[in-house]
């Protein structure tokens, strides 16, 4: 498995949860990590990522100030902070990695996001 996302489940709107990536040693030598998702009937869209070495990030306008995406190299594992959250981010999240967040490589598996108002 090249990637791994775990961390997913149910919360209220308002509420918090954190999503966590696991890396293999091939991924992790990608550029960029991101995070990505798809809710039921839309497209899977951009959501954040970051640069593994240097950790410039960046965030979809719909999340920016709610959302923090990390990493920890040592561990070789991602995480996706999600505060404030609304209905509308109800989806499945998926990581991945590649050269760019626009070339990605590598997918996780996806985890269901489901925020209840």
């Known amino acids: 498995v090249q990637l791994q996302a775990f961390g997913g489940g149910l919360v209220q709107a308002g509420g918090s949860l954190r999503l966590s990536c696991a890396a293999s040693?091939?991924?992790?030598?990608?550029?960029?990590m991101g995070w990505f998702r798809q809710a039921p009937g839309k497209e899977r869209e951009f959501v954040a990522s970051?640069?593994?070495?240097?950790?410039?990030?960046y965030y979809a306008d719909s999340v920016k100030g709610r959302f923090t995406i990390s990493r920890d190299n040592a561990k070789k594992l991602g995480y996706l902070q999600m505060n404030t959250l609304k209905p509308e981010d109800t989806a499945v999240y998926y990581c991945?990695?590649?050269?760019?967040?626009?070339?990605?490589?590598?997918w996780g598996q996806g985890t269901l996001v489901t925020v209840s108002s």
């Open positions: 040693e091939r991924t992790f030598s990608s550029n960029v």
């Open positions: 991945a990695a590649g050269p760019s967040s626009r070339t990605m490589s590598y």
């Open positions: 970051i640069i593994w070495s240097g950790g410039s990030t």
